[in-house]
């Protein structure tokens, strides 16, 4: 079984849990949380297309498992004075990690992330991530569009002015993978990017049709079932105007049956009266 630490270092390159969090040691619980919330936002399993989602997920249960620990006043203790805490007893908690964030949290919506990713780029937080992207790679522009959240090719332009400028400004060592980047190299990435592209569009595409798939399905189902409660109201309705109609008809024989002993009486009572005169 991968440790946590080991998980750390695969998904966030760090083995520290306050470095993946990028807060200091001596940060307060609020810090902690708001910390995990904006890092959460950025590597959401609903932000990120299907073909790494699984991926996402993992990396998604990592963070949650560091949060358990940092937000534990006890659990947090025992990391910050031996380094330790109990895997185990984390690894079982998180198994529900949907839950857990969603205790802490309100739902996450696909707007929440768009708004977040607005104001992600061109902040101070993104010229930070990319300083360490940067530093971290030597100037790989591969690594450090995979790293920055929210970053694409159609970012590169934008990302590499900034880059130049901390150059410049002598908050970054200049690298040749950086400054002397081959055409070779951009072009495959930017292939690489289209064809990404071109799978989410697939991907996109392929949840739309489905989607109409089921809500066509639902109506069809919705049709039958209104169907068949009008059939049973017209059967209903079928049989209460026979249960009407033959109960006039059996009022009308019963009528028909008294009638001759009308007539006999009536003839009877003629007689009578010509007797009489």
Known sequence: MTSLLDLCE????????????KIPRTANDKQVKKAYHQLSLLIHPDRVEENIKAEATEKFKVLGRIHSILSDSEKRKIY??????????????????????????????????????????????EIKDLKRAYMDSKGDMDYILETVPFANCEDEPRLHDIIQELIEKGEVPEYKAFTQENDKKKQRRKRKWAKEAQEAERLEKMLKIENEENAAANNLALAIQSRNEARASQSDNFFDSLIDKYAKMSEKSTKKKRSPAKAAKTVKSTRKTKKKV
Do not use: C, H, P, T
């Not at 998904?11 to 993946?20: I, K, L, M, Q, T």
């Not at 990690?97 to 707007?111: G, M, P, Q, T």
């Open 10 to 21: 695969q998904y966030f390159g760090a083995r520290d849990f306050y470095e993946v969090l």
């Open 80 to 125: 910050d004075q031996s380094g330790e805490y109990d895997e185990e007893s984390e690894e079982v908690m998180m198994r529900n990690w949907a839950d857990y964030w969603k205790s802490l949290f309100k739902k996450i919506s696909v707007e929440d992330i768009n708004n977040y990713e607005k104001n992600y780029k061109g902040s101070e937080i």
